[in-house]
Structure formats: C-alpha cells, structure tokens
C-alpha cells in the first residue's frame, strides 16, 4: 500500500474550497473582459533559460528546474510575466495587447503559514503602449475587481520608478548602485526604517545631508510624497514620473474611483529590477494580510527576446490572499454542493422513472442529481443534507402511476405531493 | 538575447484559440454542475511513488519525473485518476462523491500531429457507487456535453470487463495472461485484425476452438454482441456483466439518448489494467479523429492508496480533440476580441470624458475599451477592425461639449450623432 501523501507546500482543494476558488476566478475574469483583456495561456515548463537570470538572485534559487528526458533543462513556470514577455517576442502580436491569464506557479520556497511552492496569479498585462494612460487602466480594473469581489478596506499604493531614480541621484547615489538602494527600500514593511537605513549605511549609499533626506522623508511615514516630489520635480526624469502619476490620477478619478481608494506613496518600491515607470502594490488595511496585488510598468524586459522594443505594464492578483481575507471575514455564502434538487431513487422497477423525471428538472435549469443507486430513503435524505441540497423529490410507486411526486422543501421540512408538471414552478419558488 | 522558444510537444494559447478552449470547458462545466458534479483540483506535482507502477510499463516511461530541491523524487500529474484516488483515501469524502476536474496532464511522449507534451483532460468520476446507474449516468453526462458543444456525429461504444474475463476463460485463457488478451484487443483499431490474432497467438493465448471464436467472433467487426454474450452468459461473471450493460441501457434510454448515439461492441478493450466493469470510448465518426472519451469503472484502484474499498468509474474527455474537430468543422465562431464597443482618444484635454463615458457604457453592460492614449482616429478605426469590435463611439471636443458622441457600426459603416445617453440602447440595437 502506497501512503497517499502530497508534497510538502502543494495544496488538494476540496469542492468547498475549489468552488470559492472558482467563483474569484469568474469574477475576475469577467471584469477583465469588460474592460477588453483576453485571455492567453502558456506552458506551464518553459526552457530554464527563458527564466533564469529575470528574478534576482533569490529569485533565481527558488525555480522549480530539471532535465527532461532528451537532457535539456526546463522549469516549471516561476511567473506568468516572463512568459508574456518570450509571447510578446515570439509572435506578432497586435498592438495594443491586452491579455490576462489566471494561471498556477512555482516557487521551491520554504512552506510557511500563507506561503505554497504552487499558487495562482491572476495577471493583466498591456503591451505596446507607453502612455500612463495604460498604467492608471490597471488600476481602475483592480479596484473594479475588488468591487467586484466585495472587497472594500484596502489601499492602493502608487509610486514611480522614474521618482525614486530622480531621487537617488539627488541623493548622489550612482546608477549602478541604485538596484541596491530600491531592494533596501523595498524591505521597510517587513524590517522597518532602521533596518533599512542600517542596509542603505552599510552598502555606503547615503553621503553629505542624504542620510537626513531618507530618513525625514523616504522612511518616516505618513505622507511625505509632496515633500520629494518637491525635491527631484527639477530633474528631468523627476518631473516625467510625476506627470505620469497626475495622469494616472486624473483616470482614476474620472473612471470614478474615489480618492480614499489609493495614495501616492514614496516609500513603495517593489522588489523586481525590471520596472521602469509606474509601480503598485494594493494591500488590504483590514484585516493586515499584506499585499494582495502588486505590478507595474517594465518597458526593457521583452528586449531580452527581441531586437524590437515594447512598452509595457502590468499588475498581478495573489489569488491566495484574496481567499484568505474572503474565508476569514466570511465574504463568501459556503457551500459543498452546486446541486438544487435530488431525486430520490426508491427500487430498480422505478428507476427509468426517476432518469426521466430528473432529465426533465435539467431540462427546467435545475442542477438535478438522480441518487445514484435505490438505498433506504433515511440515508438519502441524509446525503441531500450533508451537502446542502435545498429540494429533494421523492418518488415511489404510486406517484410514479399518478405522474405525481413528493416535494419536500430541506429547509423548512415542509413536504407535499404534487403533479410532476407542476413541479419546476413549485422548485423555482421555493429557491427564489 | 534570448531566443523565445518554447520546449517541443509544448504550446502557448493565443486569444483566439484561448478563446474556443475556454467556451469548451465552461461548457463542459455547466452540464457537470447540471448533473451534480463539484470541482476539485489536485496540485501538477506528485510524488513520483504515488503515481509510477500505475499506467503500465510504457505509461511509466512517459513520467516526467525529478528531484526537488531537497532530494524527493517528484513527478509531473500523468493524468486526473491516480491523483483523485490518493484524495479519495486521503480525506473523509462525503459518499457517493461526484466531483469533475478539468486540468493539464504531462507525458514525455513523441510529439506529433495532434499529441503534446503538456494537454487538457476533462474529467468526471463517482466513487462510493458500485451499481451500474453510475458508470450510466457517467455516459448520460458525455452526451449531454457533446449535445451542448453541437456534437451530433458520434458513438459511444460500450463493453464491460466482466464479459471480456468471461470469454477469456471460456477460450481456456489462465488468469494471469488476461491482461496480456486484453492489451492485445486494445489494439485492434490501430493494427487491425490480423496483428492482434498473430499478437494472441506470439502469447500462446489460443488453444483449441479459442482460435476460431476470436477470429469469427472478436476480431470479425460488425455486431458481434450478441453471439459472444451467448457464450459467456452461463458464467456469473459474463452474466454480471451483461445485466450490468442492460441497466446501463435502460437509463441512457430513459434520459432520453437515442439508439443511434450507442453501442454494445464487444471489441472495445481499453489499454489500462486497472478496470474492472464497464468500459466506454466515444468516437467521432466524421471527421474519423479516433477516440475523444475513454473511461470505465476501476473498482480496485483507490485500494492502492487505502484498506478501505471503494468502488469507482470515471470518464475522460481529451480536450485536444474536441478542439480539433470544432476548428475543423469550423463549430465555433472564430473571434479574437471580446470587446464589444471601443471608445476612441481623441486628445488629452478629452481623456477624462473618454473614461467617464467608457465607464458608463461598461455600467450598461457592454464591454467596453478605452483606447489606451490618444492616436490618428484613423489608426483607431484599425485597430477596432482588426479584432472585429462591432461598436467604435467617437467623441471629438464638440461632441464632448454637448454630451454627444459619434456612433459607428464597423460591419455597416453607418454612423450617427447621438447623446450620449441614448448611446448604451443604440448599441444594444447595433449588436442585436
């Protein structure tokens, strides 16, 4: 005997979990149409050289990679951005692109509380368009989705990549050096704003009154967006980046997101090397889980695979927060069944009775289960209660002679026998 | 740079195939949920004990099999059964428990026409049901999903284990050689008669008369049912087995199947070991692409994994086929958009009316796109044409003074001047 075990990190979802799962996913896709995304899928290996080198190097550690058969290294998918970007390079897309996919990863991280070595991301992506027009799209189809979703207490934070470089030269620190100075930053939620001002000293970044600068207004708090901008508005790259964030504001506004939905914030800076423009994270303010979305503008990453240069940007949905906060604040009516009706199954002479009798309750648009064998009818009733199944239709042999049936309401109790044809008007009743 | 390649045997999905795939499972779906199906989902990721000894000796070259990082030997999921059985024996499952999965499989296989490395089944199973009005219901379901794609030429051929061990002992055949009998007669579709008698024959299986019922009876094509069920209906097994196929019979006929959509065909093996009663393909006959569904009851297999019995049969659509014969008889129509009304841009003093208005038309129920940054109306036009967009509103700053914008049907060319508020029931008109 084989113990039947999963690997560590790695999830089975159970109907009751998978219908959540589902529901989320529908949502979001429909959102995503309504603002024109389509859908696009991709390997789930890809050659571990379109991957390695795009993730860092802790990023680098964490991908799932082996050989197959014939020898050649492959991986399992880290992200569903990279894959875009080899897409975007392989065929001739037309442009604007806009595409979504929904879609598992892999991450050979340690399996912790909220953490899984496979989990979903729900992308949207624009490509070949370099206006803020397309950034501050995103975001207008994030809160739509959390909308959506029912999600009401979260916050989306918007910075620039363009400011924060405009910034660190202000501060004088050299464009080589600025990765560091970003991935520093980008830790100050976990570690906080000692931490990060100790990394920023020991990597040497912070000379003449710069250490003041950052710790005044970069890693103080509250709102010093005004206070930078102020700073780096007279460098070219400064000004660029705040022109895209007034823009993006501007669209936000008047697709009619209210202004206590986002804020600009300067100590966002997202861990990827890659972003160029506008970054965005959304985190959920109650209860604290943290980031549910994160993305931005990444205008260099598809000339890895192409001579020819695209614009673009994108967000990604952490499908798994987003269950979590739906579970634990009870956003989300549980139920174990999609199943309205079962019919009662009462000895094998009536069984074609009872085929027919659900046929035509699915013929009505009732999900209508026939119980699967005669059984005692204690026992099925019990079934149609385990699972929440709101109509139960018992049929025995005198009804079935009379073309009438049982109707019996599993919530109340209430039974009463009834003619079969009258029987879906007196269901869509009860379920209404 | 990087050359954008995906592995062979591989693909990706661009919109418009996405888009048929995506209708095909929503479809397959519905009609699961209709019969009181749920959804699970099990991780791509198995450890490779759990799934290597399962699919036969040639199954199990084609795992793709590794080591994670911390030395365990994994395996990419080969198919949906193995795994629903380690879930069955993993967890307290209501019983009788009906659940779909519709998800990728991996097999190291030759790529070629029409096989892949990386492909979709579309499953259904009962488990906790021994009675034959679940391996029925199973086929009442593949033929409500083919009816509700716009399938009409196909059979569903049936046959069941329990009749083929009969006739195996009736022609002398020692148990354990039956799985080597049945491999055998799997074959026939592909190497026809004469291969799979001289195969018998290489195996020593044909003694005595064995040789004259297999060629006249097995092998002769045809309607051979009935003969074969003569010469097995003494045993209990054969009788088991053909009164099952009965039931099945009656319920098809009760959920209203016609005959001509089924077969009893005495020939029908099926390649895995594990069944144990009824077994069932689905061929399209035209265009002839061979098998879309196979399937059958393996009462034995959760037992692997458990000490607890239970019984269990499942179907399982290929998806790939499915999508090939609908390409094929051009089934569906092809469409790379579902965008059905783009907004244009017509200068940045204006973007903030586009939103607005796009929004609107979003809240009305259209899908709606804005596009993405100001541009030639001409280029605008183009890209609406390009991916077949019905509806282009354009809004110039007069139109945008008045509340008036410009409405253009792209399939008629026509255009009109209306308020904007008129605009959501002209295009409901328009599309209508």
Same mark, same amino acid.
């Given at each position: 005997?084989?113990?039947?075990?999963?690997?560590?990190?790695?999830?089975?979802?159970?109907?009751?979990?998978?219908?959540?799962?589902?529901?989320?996913?529908?949502?979001?896709?429909?959102?995503?149409?309504?603002?024109?995304?389509?859908?696009?899928?991709?390997?789930?290996?890809?050659?571990?050289?379109?991957?390695?080198?795009?993730?860092?190097?802790?990023?680098?550690?964490?991908?799932?990679?082996?050989?197959?058969?014939?020898?050649?290294?492959?991986?399992?998918?880290?992200?569903?951005?990279?894959?875009?970007?080899?897409?975007?390079?392989?065929?001739?897309?037309?442009?604007?692109?806009?595409?979504?996919?929904?879609?598992?990863?892999?991450?050979?991280?340690?399996?912790?509380?909220?953490?899984?070595?496979?989990?979903?991301?729900?992308?949207?992506?624009?490509?070949?368009?370099?206006?803020?027009?397309?950034?501050?799209?995103?975001?207008?189809?994030?809160?739509?989705?959390?909308?959506?979703?029912?999600?009401?207490?979260?916050?989306?934070?918007?910075?620039?990549?363009?400011?924060?470089?405009?910034?660190?030269?202000?501060?004088?620190?050299?464009?080589?050096?600025?990765?560091?100075?970003?991935?520093?930053?980008?830790?100050?939620?976990?570690?906080?704003?000692?931490?990060?001002?100790?990394?920023?000293?020991?990597?040497?970044?912070?000379?003449?009154?710069?250490?003041?600068?950052?710790?005044?207004?970069?890693?103080?708090?509250?709102?010093?967006?005004?206070?930078?901008?102020?700073?780096?508005?007279?460098?070219?790259?400064?000004?660029?980046?705040?022109?895209?964030?007034?823009?993006?504001?501007?669209?936000?506004?008047?697709?009619?997101?209210?202004?206590?939905?986002?804020?600009?914030?300067?100590?966002?800076?997202?861990?990827?090397?890659?972003?160029?423009?506008?970054?965005?994270?959304?985190?959920?303010?109650?209860?604290? +889980?943290?980031? +549910?979305?994160?993305?931005?503008?990444?205008?260099?990453?598809?000339?890895?695979?192409?001579?020819?240069?695209?614009?673009?940007?994108?967000?990604?949905?952490?499908?798994?927060?987003?269950?979590?906060?739906?579970?634990?604040?009870?956003?989300?009516?549980?139920?174990?069944?999609?199943?309205?009706?079962?019919?009662?199954?009462?000895?094998?002479?009536?069984?074609?009775?009872?085929?027919?009798?659900?046929?035509?309750?699915?013929?009505?648009?009732?999900?209508?289960?026939?119980?699967?064998?005669?059984?005692?009818?204690?026992?099925?009733?019990?079934?149609?209660?385990?699972?929440?199944?709101?109509?139960?239709?018992?049929?025995?042999?005198?009804?079935?002679?009379?073309?009438?049936?049982?109707?019996?309401?599993?919530?109340?109790?209430?039974?009463?026998?009834?003619?079969?044809?009258?029987?879906?008007?007196?269901?869509?009743?009860?379920?209404?």
């Amino acid at each position: 005997m084989i113990e039947p075990q999963i690997p560590k990190g790695f999830r089975d979802f159970l109907p009751q979990q998978m219908m959540l799962r589902r529901d989320i996913m529908r949502t979001m896709s429909a959102v995503f149409e309504r603002y024109g995304f389509v859908p696009l899928d991709t390997p789930c290996l890809e050659y571990a050289r379109t991957l390695e080198g795009k993730y860092g190097e802790e990023g680098d550690k964490l991908i799932y990679r082996f050989e197959d058969r014939g020898g050649r290294a492959v991986a399992l998918r880290y992200d569903l951005t990279i894959p875009l970007a080899r897409v975007a390079a392989m065929y001739q897309l037309p442009r604007p692109f806009k595409r979504y996919q929904i879609a598992p990863v892999w991450r050979a991280d340690k399996p912790q509380k909220g953490r899984f070595r496979e989990f979903y991301q729900c992308d949207i992506d624009i490509i070949g368009e370099s206006s803020a027009c397309a950034d501050a799209e995103l975001l207008c189809v994030a809160h739509a989705v959390l909308q959506a979703l029912g999600f009401d207490n979260y916050l989306i934070r918007i910075n620039n990549r363009k400011i924060l470089n405009a910034l660190a030269e202000r501060l004088g620190i050299d464009t080589a050096r600025i990765p560091g100075f970003l991935r520093a930053l980008d830790k100050l939620d976990k570690t906080g704003p000692g931490a990060v001002l100790r990394d920023m000293q020991a990597q040497g970044l912070l000379t003449g009154d710069a250490e003041r600068i950052v710790r005044e207004h970069l890693l103080a708090g509250g709102d010093n967006f005004e206070a930078v901008a102020a700073l780096v508005s007279g460098s070219e790259t400064g000004a660029a980046g705040l022109a895209e964030l007034d823009l993006i504001a501007r669209v936000l506004s008047a697709d009619g997101v209210d202004g206590s939905y986002y804020k600009r914030d300067i100590s966002l800076a997202r861990g990827l090397d890659y972003y160029t423009g506008p970054i965005f994270e959304v985190v959920v303010t109650e209860p604290r +889980i943290g980031s +549910i979305l994160g993305g931005g503008r990444y205008d260099g990453l598809i000339g890895l695979f192409t001579k020819q240069s695209m614009p673009a940007t994108g967000i990604s949905f952490g499908l798994e927060r987003l269950v979590t906060v739906m579970e634990e604040l009870g956003m989300h009516a549980q139920t174990n069944s999609l199943t309205q009706v079962l019919v009662t199954q009462f000895s094998d002479g009536l069984l074609e009775d009872g085929v027919r009798l659900a046929a035509r309750l699915r013929q009505s648009g009732f999900n209508t289960e026939l119980y699967p064998a005669p059984d005692k009818l204690k026992k099925q009733l019990s079934y149609a209660a385990a699972r929440g199944i709101p109509a139960v239709v018992v049929l025995g042999p005198d009804e079935a002679r009379d073309e009438r049936a049982t109707l019996k309401n599993m919530l109340t109790g209430d039974q009463a026998v009834l003619e079969q044809q009258h029987l879906a008007e007196a269901i869509r009743t009860m379920l209404s």
